[in-house]
């Protein structure tokens, strides 16, 4: 069964600072890797995902992913107070009947 | 466009009781998942549901927890006896197709539920 583990379980962070979150997982047949952001007593919401290895940006953010390591991250660079929330990993082995397995989450805490 | 939507948003239910929580997804999708969230436990499968069908029903869950479709636009999660560790958020998402490329789920805004 695939095991998802996140680092750290919190963070701190000044404003501006770049942010990196880590995200292992267990099985080597995974395809598909994602993460989500969820602010306080609201939907989780996708931000990112990545299929290859490799890096991809999307305007403050990246997400790199080393299959052969199992391991993948996040990076936010000029970290803003609205970056506060939980960060949430999902791994997927490809095909519908494989369900995405999601870490416990980091909490991000961005002050000002 | 209409995201997914959870009702209640709150839940108090004495020990023992049966709840019925609900949710609506976005519509077109085919693809429903129920998930539980805890702090310690994080997000854990209850049930997925591929064009109505039952693909997985989270194992452990199985006993006092039973997820249905009544139609493509409706889910309900019934939780029979509810017993104080079921405190948690409930959340359900939606998916176009999940696997098919279209990898993104939806997620509702969840129903909290406390059990006393």
């Known amino acids: 069964q695939q095991k998802v583990q996140q680092s750290p379980e919190s963070l701190i962070v000044p404003e501006g600072a770049m942010t990196s979150l880590n995200c292992t997982f267990s099985?080597?047949?995974?395809?598909?890797f994602a993460w989500y952001r969820q602010h306080s007593g609201k939907a989780p919401k996708a931000l990112m995902s990545?299929?290859?290895?490799g890096e991809k940006e999307e305007g403050r953010f990246t997400i790199h992913l080393n299959k052969a390591s199992l391991h993948f991250s996040l990076h936010i660079r000029d970290s803003q107070p609205s970056d506060s929330a939980l960060y949430l990993c999902?791994?997927?082995?490809?095909?519908?009947?494989?369900?995405?397995?999601f870490g416990k989450g980091t909490s991000l805490v961005v002050h000002p | 466009d209409a995201g997914v939507t959870q009702t209640p948003r709150h839940e108090v239910a004495e020990k023992g009781q049966t709840i019925i929580l609900k949710c609506e997804p976005v519509?077109?999708?085919?693809?429903l998942f129920w998930y539980r969230q805890t702090k310690i436990q994080g997000l854990e499968l209850l049930s997925y549901?591929?064009?109505?069908?039952?693909m997985e029903d989270g194992g452990a869950f199985k006993d006092r927890f039973k997820a249905e479709m009544l139609n493509s636009s409706f889910s309900t999660l019934k939780i029979q006896p509810t017993e104080p560790k079921d405190s948690a958020v409930y959340l359900c998402?939606?998916?176009?197709?999940w696997g098919g490329g279209q990898n993104t789920l939806y997620f509702g805004a969840g129903t909290r539920l406390s059990v006393l």
């Open positions: 998402a939606s998916s176009l197709v």
């Open positions: 099985d080597s047949a995974s395809q598909y």
């Open positions: 990545i299929f290859s290895n």
């Open positions: 999902a791994v997927s082995i490809a095909g519908g009947n494989y369900k995405p397995t």
């Open positions: 519509s077109g999708h085919n693809d």
């Open positions: 549901f591929r064009s109505k069908s039952l």
